[in-house]
């Protein structure tokens, strides 16, 4: 027996919103955490943040980027369908306690990873400002959630049509060139996102002579979930570790934000091949 779809939603073109009930998962899921979702025996399995959990009605919440095989074939589910394995809840949960101000940061899908900790901030009694960044207003989600347990709520599109034109880091560049203090930085996106974001704090506290702590959570090339494999391998202050059972919280400081691109480089061409022959397939049976 499979996991049943009772909700799905999709969001502008390559963004699908999907509810699944999991009782289990959805009782014991904290901030911060992921599943591993394999569609059939056929199929990979892939990591997805726990956006949201219901307990009471025993459903997890997840947003998945259709840009792979896997993904975009999750994609085509419908409600009644079912997954034949969600595997979680996974990782080491964000420590939620009290910092002060905390500024969070999202890009992208990495939205759906935030939205879980900005709560759990907001009720640990935090000060939380949030900044988004998304490519166009199609891809903005959890609007509603963002707002409710956000103090202040930044928005950034790359083509201008959510909140101002730019990225997260012009919107962070500003906040410290008014003096803005932060007791803690969270961010979630793309692997580039991060890295611009680390190197802007990195500066902000070499020139404050502080520092202020910065945390990221990565999903960067699972493939079990569990450390078995390996494949997620990541250098991490001097030794390794791996980004699904030591993650996927890390501190930004001890990353080689450099290394873990370098990784998702080789697998590109392979993906774009695969992507091309399902097209290919899909096509043939029209």
Sequence with gaps: ??????????????ITELDVLAPNISFNAKAGQFV????????????????DNDREKGIIKLF???????SKKLSFLEVGDEILDVLGPLGEPFETKYYGKVLVIGGGVGIAAIA???????????????????????LFFLEENLK????ELFLSSNDGSLGEKGFTSDILTRLFEKNRN??????VG????MKS?????????EKRKKEIPFLVSLEVLMVDGIGMCGACKIKYNNEYKFTCIDGPIFDAKYIDFDDIMNKQRMYKDKEKDALMKLKQDLQNKI
Excluded: C, H, W
């Design 182 to 187: 932060f007791d803690l930085v969270v961010a």
């Design 64 to 70: 998945i980027q259709d840009l792979g095989v896997s």
């Design 116 to 138: 879980p900790i900005i709560k759990e901030l907001t009720l640990e009694k935090n000060n939380v400002s949030t900044i988004i960044g998304v490519r166009n207003r199609s």
């Design 1 to 14: 027996m499979g996991y049943k779809i009772l909700y799905k939603n999709k969001i502008g073109e390559v």
């Design 197 to 205: 974001i680390y190197d802007i704090v990195k500066k902000e506290n």
């Design 36 to 51: 591993m979702v394999r569609l059939d025996e056929f199929a990979e399995r892939i990591p997805l943040t726990i956006a």
């Design 190 to 193: 793309p692997i580039i996102m």
């Design 148 to 151: 409710k347990y956000s103090s």
